[in-house]
């Protein structure tokens, strides 16, 4: 396995690979890797030749008051995981690297970037799209792979690539839970242990709203009502809970089958986010 | 020569020209194609195998109160003059094509493109950077090559591309001028002839601050008055003439070696822009 730090090297070695006819796919990630994480791995394998994982803490997607100082950072553990799984090659650059002095130039998706979790996280996804354009010049993949549990952001990268006309296909994989099913998320590691079983009450409660709506409960605010409440009792704070049309990402007051139930929520300092499918037979894990 | 109008077909082209190690050039234009765009094609032809010229007038570069509809548009003596300077391949996508439905991403650069024109085009340098982006990855280009009179333009996308790591090398290429030195434009043909004559003023009064400066004035403001007064008694009417440093485009009260004048100015209702060195020889033409 290798491991590139240049952003000019990985691009070198991938103009290479592709003038071979190496067919190359990319899993952007954060870092901190965890079995969420491996599905992608595992879902690039399928699709292509070479994979390559980026671990790239990336300071313009978060927020003046966020985590990004404190985002938990494991280089050697992520390196043995992604050895573990097959990954062809780690691009672990560092932030003079992907932001050079005078840097001045962003990309930014201006309707499916508003609502959920762009209303109280204005500027991130203005950050995720200008990395993830980074990256891919940086990387050059046939395909690249995002996970289900940042609903938004798949939604918002295929329609930037779609935009730009970029030559990268965006595949998308579900959700990856613990047993009991909490959606893995790297920031998991934040909660106490009262607040980690606490937590569990978004899971549990979409899948209660899910439930309602297969035995043909279609009001969208009565639906959301029931989430909000069983949040609430297990004291998490809610950033939202929207009913939206998978596509459009807009409200829909009556759930229909591309009705996309998305919850964020607080418990203790941490943020959490989650969706389901309403109209679906279940929640897996 | 090819002619392509959709962006999948161009791209799966220049994929297949990639993989066979042929070096791509591209020579972005509006159309209505003059000499100075063929110094581009010129240009572009010493640095690559194969020669792309993508012909498309960007609405989003225009401001809701600029030229966008009635921009000369000329496809026939284009793609004659595209064949006579060894063109390859034209792509000439229409509007639908470069901008689909629900088209909501943006490519902005912040620093560079405040300045000069983007004062009074407060939204032209972001259509530029979308465009310019989308066009990359239409054609997949080795190296893309700009004229200096869009000098502001040409930093601008040099900018743009560090930052992006898009794998594009950009070259540009001076300014091509008319026998009396009127520098080319295809907003020339919007001139009467007496405002044609009049615009001249525009280069003999960069030439005359020029010559000043090489006989030893260094005051910014005095050079920018000369040039002031030249074009307002030959009737045009200015939007901005400044001398910068031309990296950084701002302001330099004293001329070193890198300072650049620069100017738009409208003579009828056509604006018109130039812009020179002021520590070198001459204005050639």
């Known amino acids: 396995m290798l491991t590139f730090e240049s952003i000019s090297k990985t691009q070198e070695f991938s103009l290479s690979l592709r003038r071979k006819g190496i067919k190359i796919a990319l899993v952007p990630t954060m870092g901190f890797l965890h079995e969420g994480h491996m599905s992608l791995v595992k879902m690039a394998r399928m699709h292509a030749d070479f994979v390559m994982l980026s671990i790239f ?15 938990p950072r494991d280089f050697e553990g992520d390196s043995e995981l992604c ?13 003079d690297e992907m932001y050079p ?3 001045s130039t962003w990309v930014e998706e201006t309707i499916l970037s508003k609502p959920l979790c762009g209303k109280s996280r204005p500027t991130h996804f203005r950050g995720v799209c200008t ?3 980074k990256l891919f010049n940086a990387t050059l993949p046939d395909i690249a792979i995002f996970g289900e549990k940042d609903y938004q952001q798949a939604a918002v990268i ?4 779609r935009d730009l006309n970029f030559p990268v296909k965006i595949l998308s994989v579900p959700i990856v839970r613990e047993h009991d099913g909490l ?17 569990l ?12 709506a297969m035995e043909g409960e279609l009001s969208s605010s009565l639906l959301a009502e029931t989430v909000k409440l069983r949040i609430s009792q297990a004291g998490g704070n809610i950033d939202y809970i929207e009913i939206v049309n998978s596509e459009t990402l807009l409200p829909e007051e009556s759930v229909s089958k591309n009705s996309l139930i998305a919850v964020a929520a607080y418990f203790g300092g941490t ?4 969706n389901c499918f309403l109209i679906h037979k279940n929640i897996e894990y």
């Not at 300071?59 to 985590?67: A, I, L, R, S």
């Open 57 to 71: 803490v990336n300071p313009t997607q978060f927020g003046p008051n966020e985590d990004f100082s404190k985002y």
């Open 83 to 95: 050895l573990k799984h097959g990954v062809d090659l780690i691009f672990h650059p560092d932030a």
């Open 101 to 103: 002095d005078l840097s």
């Open 131 to 133: 990395v993830v354009v």
């Open 158 to 161: 295929k329609r930037m690539v």
């Open 183 to 199: 959606a893995m998320s790297s920031r998991n590691k934040y909660l106490s242990p009262d607040e980690r079983q606490n937590a």
């Open 201 to 212: 009450a978004i899971c549990k409660s979409l899948d209660e709203a899910r439930k309602m």
């Open 271 to 274: 943020r959490l986010i989650d």
